[in-house]
């Protein structure tokens, strides 16, 4: 089974600060990992995603994620930050041997202040 | 090309109804997926299709029932309405799994059970 954790319920950050995002995932198989942004009262948008190659994954808006396979991590960043990316930011993993059950983790609330 | 459109946006049960939540999309997608979205939760997988008339059991399927007779629509149904059953449900869709493309999320249907 898979699990995804998010250590960070919330991240206030000022506006024009770098912000990272941690994300930790477990899984006895290889897995597939995303990352999800929820803009207040809307559905869920795809930010990145890491499938294979290179670890460093540039994804829309600005933002990153590295794949860091020994510490089973993918965590978001972004070097400066605007207000428009207040949001909730969601993790996830789709396993190798499962290619439809997308697990997500609890999600991170992003607030930017000016 | 409206994506996925889900109605009703809001709902309000008393324990023990019945009611279908409607999930629609027009972009020919093979896969699509029902999820529940509660506080400090994430999103979790309730069900889902890798194509008309083929359903499969997500992570907290009980008290749910789906079907899919056209590739277009994929309702969700609760026989007899929980308080446990009080959520965000959201529907997505993609051309393939997670994996391959994108996946569209609709707005979202808030559901409470009194």
């Known amino acids: 089974a898979q699990s995804v954790t998010q250590l960070d319920s919330q991240v206030p950050v000022f506006e024009e600060a770098p912000v990272e995002l941690r994300c930790n995932y477990s899984?006895?198989?290889?897995?597939?990992l995303f990352w999800y942004v929820q803009y207040p009262n809307q559905g869920l948008q795809l930010l990145l995603k890491?499938?294979?190659?290179?670890?460093l994954v540039k994804g829309i808006n600005g933002f990153e994620a590295e794949f860091n396979k020994s510490q089973t991590s993918f965590h978001l960043r972004k070097p400066s930050v605007h207000i428009s990316d207040t949001a909730e930011y969601f993790c996830?993993?789709?396993?190798?041997?499962?290619?439809?059950?997308?697990?997500f983790g609890s999600g991170t609330r992003l607030l930017v202040r000016p | 090309n409206a994506g996925v459109t889900q109605t009703p946006k809001f709902q309000v049960l008393k324990t023990g109804q019945s009611m279908t939540l409607q999930c629609a999309q027009d972009m020919n997608h093979e896969y699509m997926s029902w999820y529940r979205q509660d506080p400090g939760m994430g999103l979790r997988l309730i069900h889902y299709?890798?194509?008309?008339?083929?359903?499969d059991q997500g992570e907290v399927p009980n008290g749910y029932n789906v079907s899919r007779s056209t590739t277009e629509d994929f309702p969700l149904r609760l026989l007899s309405a929980a308080p446990s059953q009080t959520s965000v449900y959201f529907c997505?869709?993609?051309?393939?799994?997670?994996?391959?493309?994108?996946?569209?999320f609709g707005q979202g249907t808030r559901l409470t059970v009194v």
């Open positions: 299709s890798v194509g008309a008339g083929i359903t």
């Open positions: 997505a869709s993609s051309r393939q799994g997670p994996k391959n493309t994108e996946a569209f």
């Open positions: 899984s006895s198989v290889s897995v597939y």
């Open positions: 996830a993993v789709l396993s190798m041997d499962s290619s439809y059950k997308l697990i």
């Open positions: 890491y499938l294979s190659g290179s670890t």
